[in-house]
């Protein structure tokens, strides 16, 4: 029997209780998929930045994604700064519009991978 470690036995527990097979995102996409969680502001940074290891995530890619995934919400948080004595409520800091923006920018990242699947 081969010995496992510790981020493969926790992917494949993961992947039987959801049924899905993680190989599939670690050989193609990976990138994608990381760019998206930087992107969209869905996840915390504080949790990507702690799963990252704990899922096996490749240096290099944790830092290009990062490198790159956060940018456009700096943007939008120094542009609220700029704002910052317009602003009526701490709501306006991040407006629908600038969620939806970062949404569409990581849908956009991941559109690549989800193209050469359905190809596959």
């Known amino acids: 029997m081969e010995s496992q470690n510790f981020t493969e036995l926790n992917r494949n527990k993961l992947g039987s209780l959801i049924g899905y097979d993680f190989d599939l995102i670690w050989k193609d996409g990976l990138l994608n998929y990381m760019l998206f969680l930087r992107l969209t502001p869905t996840l915390p940074n504080t949790f990507i930045n702690v799963a990252s290891p704990i899922v096996d995530v490749p240096y290099h890619i944790f830092?290009?994604?990062?490198?790159?995934?956060?940018?456009?919400?700096?943007?939008?948080?120094?542009?609220?700064?700029?704002?910052?004595?317009?602003?009526?409520?701490?709501?306006?800091?991040?407006?629908?519009?600038?969620?939806?923006?970062?949404?569409?920018?990581?849908?956009?990242?991941?559109t690549p991978t989800l193209i050469s699947k359905k190809k596959a």
Do not use: K
């Open 63 to 110: 830092f290009l994604a990062t490198f790159i995934g956060l940018i456009p919400a700096a943007f939008v948080t120094v542009r609220a700064g700029i704002a910052l004595g317009e602003l009526q409520s701490l709501g306006d800091l991040y407006d629908f519009s600038s969620m939806a923006t970062l949404f569409l920018i990581g849908v956009l990242s991941v």
